[in-house]
């Protein structure tokens, strides 16, 4: 080959290389543009997404106290422990599983299911406490988080638990409380942008930013934890010796309308809200026993129903047929309408003979002013004052008495109770609902009514929550008194008043009665209804209690629902509850007694 040839080759591969190569160039400029430009931002973001990591700051979800500061409800910090399977090579899965297992004290089961799991993130363990957590982290096993969460934690377990109410496992609330201020309590979450290296371990020497979490305010309730106490070892007793489906009490200030005692048993520990413990409340251990086994026997959906039942607050979501302490109600508005007064005679044989149908009273009283009527508990009496009230009347005058309406207390899944439509009424209806039967109201309706006769006639609002303070003490909102109306006059709460304080010292109430102390109050026993009939055997004991009757601090309501003692009586079996309640919080509230009148007030014995 002549040189010029020679050259002539040469020449034409390097020119083919030169553009080869130019090429190459060019494409490497248009991927790289197309990398910077147009994948830029994607690019970018994917790479931060890899080497930085994304904490949800969940903020601490906000105490509820007692109106003494008394800490009922708070957040624990705890950890949760969990594993990138993608991170962990198998060959050191058996490595894994043997120290998680033995520094969490768990199955190594959970563990190597956790290990082999598809999911990019996966739970061991929620809730380990802070030495376990340092424990492990000192292990250093790459692809393990540990990280804090917080627990809902309540100090005294099934103290006011359904008042309180629960949280679920991501801290939102669940009934009570903590369901009805949920947005005030849980606060505004925070982020924690950290780097970490390829296996997600925390870099100590790097980028990072956080935005701290805003905490949650703090609900301070109108409940003291004494008197809470006193109500619910009362309802305790009473739920065991009556052998009883369920025994409710509330005590309120009749002046403010603040519930300082809210009491339901059987209850519930909120601390293990999804465990069944009725053999811890129960009377009966061996049913309560039977309970649990068929509640794990249950689908998913009747455990659910079993648990919301249990969670519920029958204080206001559950109603019963008043009986004999409505009777309150209607001689309340006969005095004030100017149907009746303290002097008239009455007259009971023992049968209703007004209306049609087998209504009778417990026993022929004879002749009786309205005053002995009540403290006698008398049917006829009650019946007489309500046909003269008439069918407009005695619905007017229920639905004043804030019967058939809800209360609007700060609690959920309240309910208004049943008063019938004057349009359907008859006679009939309007003699039986004058004993307190055909009309069912919640326990929280029936003492806020009473509590307008113990306030001059004047009914205040019911209300739980006192005031939201900050983590200071600084208050944030204070909830005011709120006077709804005048139902009746102040000297018709007076005269209710002393015929109360009869009832106790003379009549059906005298169970009640403490020596030393002004009570008034009325005991109420009314048969159930099932699918609309009366059943026998199955009935509604009560009392409520005003003290002291010359300065009303207090006032009590005991319900004791399907007795299953001897007797079945409200002034047998609900009123010395409600005396022990009573006497217990007056003593604590260091209200001093008082020398009372022989010759004035005749206890009988």
């Not at 319900?559 to 007797?567: M, R």
Request: hydrophobic residues 35%.
């Amino acid at each position: 080959m002549n040189k010029k040839k020679y050259n002539k080759i040469v020449k034409n591969r390097i020119m083919k290389s030169s553009l080869l190569l130019s090429i190459l160039i060019f494409g490497f400029i248009v991927r790289v543009g197309y990398l910077q430009i147009v994948r830029g931002e994607s690019l970018s973001t994917k790479a931060v997404h890899q080497w930085t990591r994304d904490v949800v700051l969940k903020p601490d979800r906000g105490d509820i106290y007692d109106r003494n500061g008394k800490k009922l409800s708070t957040d624990l910090s705890l950890y949760t422990v969990s594993v990138l399977p993608g991170k962990i090579s198998e060959k050191n899965h058996e490595k894994y599983i043997k120290k998680i297992s033995n520094i969490l004290d768990i199955e190594k089961e959970k563990i190597e299911k956790a290990l082999k799991s598809d999911n990019d993130w996966s739970e061991i363990e929620r809730y380990v406490d802070i030495k376990k957590a340092e424990k492990l982290k000192d292990e250093a096993l790459i692809g393990v988080s540990i990280d804090e969460v917080s627990k809902r934690y309540y100090p005294f377990d099934n103290f006011l638990s359904q008042v309180i109410g629960n949280t679920n496992r991501d801290g939102i609330g669940q009934y009570g409380i903590e369901s009805h201020f949920n947005e005030t309590l849980m606060g505004n979450p925070g982020r924690w942008i950290k780097t970490v290296d390829g296996n997600m371990m925390e870099l100590p020497y790097n980028y990072q930013k956080k935005h701290e979490a805003e905490n949650g305010e703090n609900i301070v309730l109108t409940i003291d934890e004494r008197i809470q106490y006193f109500a619910e070892t009362g309802a305790e007793q009473a739920l065991k010796e009556n052998m009883a489906k369920r025994v409710s009490v509330l005590v309120m200030d009749p002046k403010t309308g603040e519930m300082l005692a809210m009491a339901s048993k059987p209850d519930y520990n909120p601390n293990s809200r999804m465990s069944i413990n009725h053999d811890l409340n129960s009377p009966w251990i061996d049913i309560g026993k039977d309970i649990k086994e068929a509640f794990n026997e249950k689908s998913w959906e009747e455990k659910q129903d079993t648990l919301y039942d249990m969670w519920k607050n029958p204080l206001v979501s559950e109603i019963y047929e008043p009986g004999s302490t409505f009777k309150l109600l209607i001689a309340a508005a006969s005095l004030e309408e100017g149907l009746a007064n303290t002097t008239e005679k009455f007259f009971c044989d023992g049968k209703v003979t007004q209306v049609p149908g087998n209504i009778t009273c417990m026993k022929a009283h004879g002749e009786q002013t309205l005053a002995e009527g009540l403290k006698n508990s008398c049917n006829e009496v009650a019946v007489e004052l309500g046909l003269r009230l008439g069918k407009e009347k005695i619905v007017e005058y229920a639905r004043a008495f804030g019967m058939g309406d809800l209360t609007g207390i700060e609690l959920p899944s309240e309910i208004g109770g049943i008063v019938k439509s004057k349009k359907t009424m008859k006679d009939v209806d309007v003699a039986t609902m004058s004993f307190g039967q055909g009309v069912a109201v919640t326990p929280i309706q029936l003492i806020t009514s009473i509590s307008a006769i113990a306030n001059e006639g004047k009914m205040m609002s019911p209300n739980i929550v006192k005031s939201i303070v900050d983590d200071k003490g600084d208050i944030i909102k204070e909830t005011k008194k709120t006077y709804k109306r005048q139902i009746i006059s102040k000297k018709t709460a007076d005269t209710m008043l002393e015929i109360m304080e009869k009832v106790v010292s003379e009549g059906s109430g005298k169970n009640a009665y403490i020596e030393g102390y002004r009570v008034g109050g009325k005991t109420g026993t009314s048969q159930k209804a099932i699918d609309g009939k009366y059943v026998n055997g199955k009935y509604v004991a009560s009392f409520v209690g005003v003290a002291p009757i010359n300065n009303p601090r207090l006032v009590v309501l005991t319900v004791i629902d399907e007795p299953n003692k001897a007797s079945h009586f409200g002034g047998v079996i609900a009123a010395p509850v409600s005396k022990n309640i009573i006497e217990e919080t007056l003593t604590y509230l260091a209200i001093p007694k008082v020398q009372v009148d022989e010759e004035e007030i005749e206890v009988k014995n």
